[in-house]
């Protein structure tokens, strides 16, 4: 078995809406050993090494149906096999993931599979596909393994797997705070390794650390963390605490020990997790020994009275305490027989002890401090003790060493909860925890004594939502709950933008259209990050990386993400969810690719954006692809977009009060509308859209319908939207590549990004509807596309220009310097194109070069380019002598003789005149 690609989706994609690995599994010749062949030893062997195995349900929906599956007559390949034990892998490590699906991945590709399985950390989620691999190799036959490693030891390899998520793990307080986000609807992203967690999105943020918030003061931290401060405070306020003496030696420590005169505690200055800390010592030799013990974690000590009492945690937050612990050190009861290492043994069966922070419990460990804590008792752990006899194998009650916890919420006295609150106010912390020692949690320590030990910053929460007994608590609702109070917003708005062609105009219009709202919009697209209309970032952002950090800053109100085909296909959508996911089509791009064949698969891909909307879906009418997507999407509301005014689909829609945005032909030209609720919105003359060149450029006249429905279905209002349509335009710098108009040479020109068929076409119409001497295009195709793909983008400029050069990429991608422009070249021949009327020029630079230096007064030169700040410097310099002209570059825009405002009201005016002529016959929608 090899895995020949791996795929990690950090959110939906084309297998589900959360994250997965997807692994691309070829068998060999194991695919003719379904487990019926291998036999049952082989599935013994398996549930042996993982028993939790035969509690899938697998496609029987019960317990045991794997199991089933993999011992029926006709058995189940080894890519099922793998999906489950990478599951189940994860499982023991603690997460609870549960989704799987193997599939063949081609009839021509026999023995092939896409295994399909759910993970919660990343890192984690492979190395569990990848140890699920050896296993199961390790149990095949000698003759069928792929490797002999006589080295592997499958326990020490599972545990060293459990340690290694664990390390990688959210830790329990982290993950139930980020549970209880998730049950209120808050979204999250994970900012490290550690524990470091963004709540919310944008700037609606905030922070958590473990159980540091983002406004936890830093000073009560420091306090927190100084445990003699800490002690001070606590007592001028009248709180009972110990006296305490810091030392920084250990004599001054034993000195410490007799001035207080009893039985004594030492542990370290800023501890915590109960590390080095030894408790109830008198004698020197004790009291040395533990301030070598405690000075390991810190170079000061303190020495403080014992106070006699079972330890409790008492938590508190927001000021008010929601749970209370007693907690008992890691030990062993004797049974007479048994000895100290064969009752921790006993104790460790338990099936809630697990690793580290695996289970609600921690496997007791017979380590060096263990072993200090039975000789005070002359025990070893060969020892037998008494039957009913405690031993003590740690001096302190933490989880994370061994200990249990009972909850003891419910019959805490109003004085020790009053006390608990009034000493994390002291301190100043939002969340605290009071380490108090009590022989009576539920007496006031006013008549029985006690006394507080600690206040805890980033106090653990795993031993109230999880104790060993008594009532769980949820101390993460509390949390949140302070964080984002009911009626809070915790989310912005979003949109994802995707289609073969247009999504980068799209988002950019969309943006454009949110700032002029009053939003701070955050762009994702194909050439960078932009926060309120500044870069941040430059590259292809059109993954989910970028739309991570668009989410991240913490500026903006409001997302626009174009989201490619690449993307999705490798990583999946950077988010669980969207507003508003708009398409705007499906075009022969990329086909061939990553196993992409046809425009249906295509089509699939793109769907991931709609199918996670929630508000809206924006689809267009006009493509057949996009509109079966209507089937694929849970959101509230479906909108249309068309440019056919009788388009039967959309009417129907409209009469039934759904929404749509249709361009309608009025008096004065063509009329951008929105329909919703049956009511009838004119919005906008396409002329006065700076970047439909007067209505001409009917590509940007379909992104600004689509830009219009998605800003009308984010809530932007209305005159905010004409106000952006209006001010946006195709100038290099609003929309670098996206029909970029430079007119101050005698002739025109025209760049543009396009790079597929379709896009090329659309250009070439627009050419053809522009008024010119003589049309030149400078023309070129992908190396990494199919020869058919280029053979449609010479179809696509044949006969609409009188002269033609061709080139190719920068990067080859495979081809020879040549062969692209050659291909595009003899394609345009055979369709009638003269030859002395084509050119080929491989550099890209030295075509647009001899394009323009070819153009004459009132030609247009449209020049398809890759490299875009070097084409269009290229453009603007460009002087046929060879000097650099000191040109700026402008947009083609209407000439207004009146106002826009004017021209706007003169529009609306002109809607009245000539209703019927522009709305779907309004009788037959009412």
């Known amino acids: 078995m090899r895995i020949l690609n791996r795929n990690v989706y950090v959110g939906p994609s084309q297998y589900a809406r959360f994250p997965v690995i997807r692994l691309e599994l070829d068998l060999?010749?194991?695919?003719?050993?379904?487990?019926?062949?291998?036999?049952?030893?082989?599935?013994?062997?398996?549930?042996?090494?993982?028993?939790?195995?035969?509690?899938?349900?697998?496609?029987?929906?019960?317990?045991?149906?794997?199991?089933?599956?993999?011992?029926?007559?006709?058995?189940?390949?080894?890519?099922?096999?793998l999906e489950h034990v990478a599951i189940e892998l994860q499982n023991i490590a603690g997460e609870a993931v549960t989704f799987g699906k193997t599939r063949s991945i081609s009839d021509d590709l026999p023995g092939v599979y896409s295994v399909v399985y759910e993970y919660e950390q990343r890192e984690e989620g492979i190395a569990a596909g990848e140890l699920a691999l050896k296993l199961l190799d390790s149990l095949l036959p000698e003759h069928l393994r792929t490797a002999t490693d006589e080295t592997w030891d499958w326990d020490e390899e599972r545990d060293d797997f459990i340690h290694y998520a664990q390390r990688r793990a959210l830790g329990p307080s982290t993950a139930s705070l980020v549970k209880a986000a998730e049950e209120r609807d808050i979204p999250w992203i994970r900012l490290n390794e550690q524990s470091l967690v963004q709540l919310g999105h944008g700037r609606y943020q905030q922070r958590i650390q473990?159980?540091?918030?983002?406004?936890?003061?830093?000073?009560?931290?420091?306090?927190?963390?100084?445990?003699?401060?800490?002690?001070t405070i606590l007592g001028e306020q009248g709180l009972p605490v110990p006296q305490q003496r810091l030392v920084r030696s250990a004599d001054a420590a034993w000195r410490a020990a007799q001035r207080l005169d009893g039985p004594v505690v030492v542990k370290p200055y800023n501890g915590n997790h109960g590390r080095g800390i030894t408790i109830n010592i008198t004698s020197e030799e004790d009291v040395r020994s533990a301030f070598q013990a405690a000075q390991e974690h810190s170079r000061s000590v303190i020495v403080e009275t014992y106070l006699a009492g079972e330890d409790h945690r008492l938590l508190v937050i927001n000021g008010e305490l929601v749970a209370a612990t007693r907690r008992t050190p890691g030990h062993v009861v004797g049974d007479g027989t048994s000895s100290v290492a064969a009752l921790a043994e006993q104790v460790n069966s338990d099936p809630r002890r697990g690793v580290g922070h695996e289970k609600v419990l921690?496997?007791?460990?017979?380590?060096?401090?263990?072993?200090?804590?039975?000789?005070?008792?002359?025990?070893?752990?060969?020892?037998?003790?008494?039957?009913?006899?405690?031993?003590?194998?740690?001096?302190?009650?933490?989880?994370?060493?061994?200990?249990?916890?009972?909850?003891?919420?419910?019959?805490?006295?109003?004085?020790?909860?009053?006390?608990?609150?009034?000493?994390?106010?002291?301190?100043?912390?939002?969340?605290?925890?009071?380490?108090?020692?009590?022989?009576?949690?539920?007496?006031?320590?006013?008549?029985?004594?006690?006394?507080?030990?600690?206040?805890?910053?980033?106090?653990?929460?795993?031993?109230?939502?999880?104790p060993s007994d008594g009532t769980p608590r949820d101390a993460a609702g509390p949390v949140i709950d302070m964080l984002f109070p009911a009626g809070t917003p915790s989310r912005v708005p979003i949109a994802a933008v995707t289609g073969t062609n247009g999504k980068t105009t799209t988002a950019r219009m969309l943006a454009h259209v949110a700032k002029m709202a009053g939003y701070t919009p955050g762009l994702t697209t194909t050439d960078g990050v932009y926060i309120d209309g500044q870069r941040t970032v430059e590259g292809d952002m059109t993954g989910p990386v970028s739309a991570r950090m668009v989410l991240a800053d913490p500026t903006i109100?409001?997302?626009?993400?174009?989201?490619?085909?690449?993307?999705?296909?490798?990583?999946?959508?950077?988010?669980?969810?969207?507003?508003?996911?708009?398409?705007?089509?499906?075009?022969?791009?990329?086909?061939?690719?990553?196993?992409?064949?046809?425009?249906?698969?295509?089509?699939?891909?793109?769907?991931?954006?709609v199918e996670v909307a929630t508000d809206c879906a924006v689809l267009n009418a006009d493509d057949p692809n996009v509109v079966k997507m209507s089937a694929y999407t849970d959101a509230e509301v479906i909108c249309y977009v068309t440019m056919?005014?009788?388009?039967?689909?959309?009417?129907?829609?409209?009469?039934?009060?759904?929404?749509?945005?249709?361009?309608?032909?009025?008096?004065?030209?063509?009329?951008?509308?929105?329909?919703?609720?049956?009511?009838?919105?004119?919005?906008m003359w396409t002329?006065?859209?700076?970047?439909?060149?007067?209505?001409?450029?009917?590509?940007?006249?379909?992104?600004?319908?689509?830009?219009?429905?998605?800003?009308?279905?984010?809530?932007?209002?209305?005159?905010?939207?004409?106000?952006?349509?209006?001010?946006?335009?195709?100038?290099?710098?609003?929309?670098?590549?996206?029909?970029?108009?430079?007119?101050?040479?005698?002739?025109?020109?025209?760049?543009?990004?396009?790079?597929?068929?379709?896009?090329?076409?659309?250009?070439?119409?627009?050419?053809?509807?522009?008024?010119?001497?003589?049309?030149?295009?400078?023309?070129?195709?992908?190396?990494?596309?199919?020869?058919?793909?280029?053979?449609?983008?010479?179809?696509?400029?044949?006969?609409?220009?009188?002269?033609?050069i061709c080139r190719r990429d920068d990067a080859l991608r495979g081809r020879e310097d040549?062969?692209?422009?050659?291909?595009?070249?003899?394609?345009?021949?055979?369709?009638?194109?003269?030859?002395?009327?084509?050119?080929?020029?491989?550099?890209?630079?030295?075509?647009?070069?001899?394009?323009?230096?070819?153009?004459?007064?009132?030609?247009?030169?449209?020049?398809?380019?890759?490299?875009?700040?070097?084409?269009?410097?290229?453009?603007?310099?460009?002087?046929?002598?060879?000097?650099?002209?000191?040109?700026?570059?402008?947009?083609?825009?209407?000439?207004?003789?009146?106002?826009?405002?004017?021209?706007?009201?003169?529009a609306m005016e002109g809607v009245v005149r000539d209703e019927r002529g522009l709305r779907f016959e309004r009788e037959e929608s009412d």
């Open 28 to 81: 060999g010749e194991l695919e003719s050993w379904p487990t019926s062949k291998l036999g049952p030893g082989f599935v013994d062997a398996l549930l042996e090494a993982l028993p939790g195995l035969d509690e899938h349900g697998c496609s029987y929906g019960e317990p045991g149906g794997f199991v089933r599956r993999m011992r029926e007559s006709e058995g189940t390949w080894l890519g099922h096999v």
């Open 210 to 231: 473990a159980t540091i918030t983002g406004r936890t003061p830093h000073i009560a931290v420091e306090l927190a963390s100084d445990k003699e401060e800490t002690n």
């Open 362 to 466: 921690t496997r007791l460990k017979l380590d060096r401090e263990a072993e200090l804590m039975m000789e005070r008792k002359g025990y070893t752990a060969d020892s037998v003790p008494p039957a009913g006899e405690v031993v003590y194998l740690r001096s302190t009650a933490n989880l994370s060493t061994g200990g249990t916890a009972t909850d003891v919420t419910d019959v805490i006295h109003p004085d020790n909860r009053a006390m608990a609150e009034r000493a994390v106010r002291a301190i100043g912390l939002d969340v605290g925890g009071v380490d108090f020692l009590s022989t009576n949690i539920a007496e006031s320590f006013r008549t029985i004594g006690g006394g507080i030990c600690e206040v805890n910053a980033a106090p653990g929460f795993r031993m109230h939502i999880a």
């Open 557 to 609: 109100d409001l997302a626009v993400l174009e989201t490619a085909r690449g993307g999705l296909l490798r990583a999946g959508m950077g988010v669980r969810q969207v507003n508003v996911g708009a398409v705007i089509n499906v075009a022969s791009d990329h086909l061939g690719l990553k196993r992409i064949d046809t425009l249906e698969q295509l089509a699939e891909i793109k769907r991931v954006v």
């Open 644 to 683: 056919n005014p009788s388009h039967p689909l959309v009417r129907e829609h409209i009469r039934a009060g759904g929404r749509a945005c249709a361009l309608e032909q009025g008096v004065n030209g063509h009329m951008i509308t929105l329909y919703d609720k049956g009511s009838h919105i004119p919005l």
């Open 687 to 804: 002329h006065l859209i700076p970047a439909t060149l007067e209505g001409r450029a009917l590509h940007n006249v379909q992104n600004a319908m689509i830009t219009a429905a998605t800003a009308y279905s984010l809530g932007i209002k209305l005159d905010a939207i004409r106000q952006g349509l209006r001010t946006f335009d195709t100038t290099f710098f609003q929309a670098p590549g996206r029909m970029n108009v430079f007119d101050e040479h005698p002739f025109k020109v025209i760049m543009d990004y396009a790079h597929n068929a379709q896009a090329v076409g659309v250009m070439a119409d627009l050419a053809q509807r522009l008024d010119a001497e003589r049309r030149i295009v400078v023309v070129a195709g992908p190396g990494d596309r199919r020869d058919e793909d280029l053979h449609d983008i010479a179809h696509a400029v044949a006969g609409k220009f009188d002269h033609y």
């Open 818 to 906: 040549d062969e692209v422009p050659r291909i595009i070249a003899k394609t345009l021949i055979s369709d009638g194109v003269p030859e002395d009327a084509i050119d080929i020029v491989p550099d890209e630079q030295q075509a647009v070069d001899a394009a323009l230096r070819m153009g004459q007064p009132g030609d247009l030169v449209l020049v398809f380019a890759d490299a875009l700040t070097r084409g269009w410097k290229q453009i603007i310099r460009f002087q046929p002598d060879g000097d650099v002209p000191k040109a700026t570059p402008r947009a083609e825009t209407p000439t207004l003789e009146t106002t826009l405002d004017e021209r706007i009201v003169a």
